[in-house]
């Protein structure tokens, strides 16, 4: 098994944003849809591997205009996502 090296916090709208756009399957889909109803963020871990390939599903939606009218908070998620690619950081503080 892959070792699960990225921990990323994310809200429930970036959740459902990388359900809608982000191609997801297998580990990293199924801990997206356990998403417990009552709990606004939380921390999901995913591979270096699975991180890119959804930076690239997510920014892909985006210059395709795949993602319509949630362009703009697709293009947020994929700088957070970015920023804790780049630096190993995934709190969402970066984001306020």
Do not use: F
């Not at 959804?54 to 985006?62: A, R, T």
């Amino acid at each position: 098994m892959a070792n699960l090296t990225e921990r990323i916090q994310l809200t429930r709208e970036h959740r459902d944003l990388i359900l809608k756009y982000g191609y997801v399957s297998g580990r990293l889909e199924t801990s997206l849809l356990r998403w417990p109803k009552e709990q606004a963020i939380r921390r999901v871990g995913m591979t270096r591997v699975e991180l890119q390939w959804l930076i690239g599903d997510l920014s892909h939606s985006c210059v395709k205009g795949k993602a319509g009218s949630d362009v703009e908070a697709v293009a947020d998620l994929c700088d957070h996502l970015e920023y804790a690619q780049q630096t190993g950081d995934g709190d969402l503080d970066m984001m306020w």
